[in-house]
């Protein structure tokens, strides 16, 4: 697909701009995500989820923000970018590809492969939040570059912190909406549901082998969709406004995203395929099927996990434990 792109735009058997215009153009791409974010939805188990919620979050959260960072102070000082083009830019290049990890993903869970401990739904879930989480810091500073129109026509110097509230408003509304959302939709109380400190301390401690830390370290090297999502609308911003100054950095911005979707989207797609089946565990097809029923049974219940697999558990004990007197007969 990659390739078919290439041969398109540098020949003139099709030319997909002049066709079709940006605006089509622009809402294929967000179909694409839509579709993608979708198909990841439908694969998420309750299961594993709530066996690792930390690992999730940390993997979601962390690696983007740090290396929004380093790329943001390697365009800073390498680069000569303003900080605020530099930060712009950093968001831009950070964000993990969701369509090569999922579709990936997707594919080695379809044969088994690391379904022993949910690393589909995790991996899924995580790809998901750290989408969201670029997308909001890419929006703030998107208003930090791009001056509103009131302030166009005059002839003091804006203040930074009069772009603050275009973004923040709408990351701290997504915030509000979707911890209200999620404690009316997901959080269902049960009188048997016991919740301590030392049990969400436990989860700190991944029970994840060191082939399967370094796989997920490689599913987050693709990139690809938010960067042709998100570079173009900088440079159709700085086109509108006519600074040259502006445009000759978007179409920097677009070069590098460019050269990261390249180099990166199939780099990572083939450490993920090549290296799934040797770094991760398999089960068997009836295993799967098994696993998918009791998260869907799980969901339908609206049982806690944790609860359920210590009746389990119990249960098990209890048939397991023979009396001395039974042993002697």
């Known amino acids: 697909m990659l390739l078919a792109g290439i041969i398109l735009r540098n020949t003139d058997v099709y030319n997909i701009h002049d066709e079709l215009g940006p605006g089509v153009t622009s809402k294929i791409r ?16 309750t299961t594993a989820l709530r066996e690792h919620p930390v690992f999730v979050i940390i993997l979601a959260l962390v690696p983007c923000s740090i290396e929004t960072l380093t790329v943001s102070v390697l365009c800073r000082y390498l680069l000569e970018y303003p900080w605020n083009w530099a930060f712009m830019t950093g968001t831009i290049v950070a964000c993990m590809s969701p369509v090569v990890t999922v579709n990936c993903m997707l594919a080695l869970a379809e044969r088994g492969y690391g379904e022993d401990k949910g690393l589909a739904s995790l991996l899924c ?23 509103d129109d009131k302030y166009k026509n005059h002839d003091r110097r804006t203040e930074w912190w009069s772009y603050i509230p275009g973004g923040i408003r709408d ?27 030392t049990a969400f ?3 700190l401690r991944m029970p994840f082998t060191w082939k399967e830390r370094l796989f997920v370290a490689v599913s987050w090297v693709p990139k690809g969709t938010l960067q042709a999502a998100l570079a173009p609308m900088a440079f159709e911003r700085a086109r509108k406004e006519g600074d040259p100054a502006k445009i000759e950095l978007a179409l920097d911005v677009v070069r590098i995203s460019v050269i990261a979707v390249v180099f990166l989207a199939p780099l990572g797609a083939i450490g993920m395929m090549s290296t799934g089946p040797f770094l991760l565990n398999k089960i068997t097809i009836e295993e799967h099927q098994r696993a998918r029923e009791l998260s869907y049974l799980r969901i339908v219940s609206l049982q806690p996990v944790r ?23």
């Open 307 to 329: 609860t359920r697999r210590k009746k389990e558990k119990s249960a098990d004990d209890n048939i397991n434990i023979v009396s001395p007197t039974e042993t002697a007969l």
């Open 125 to 147: 879930t995580a790809a998901s939040i750290d989408d969201v989480h670029i997308v909001s810091l890419f929006s703030i500073c998107f208003s930090f570059v791009f001056s």
């Open 30 to 45: 967000t179909f694409c995500l839509t579709f993608i974010m979708v198909r990841a939805g439908l694969q998420l188990t």
């Open 171 to 197: 990351f701290l509304l997504g915030v509000i909406a979707g911890i209200i959302l999620g404690f009316a939709l997901a959080f269902f109380p049960h009188r048997n549901h016991v919740r301590s400190t």
């Open 201 to 203: 301390l436990t989860t």
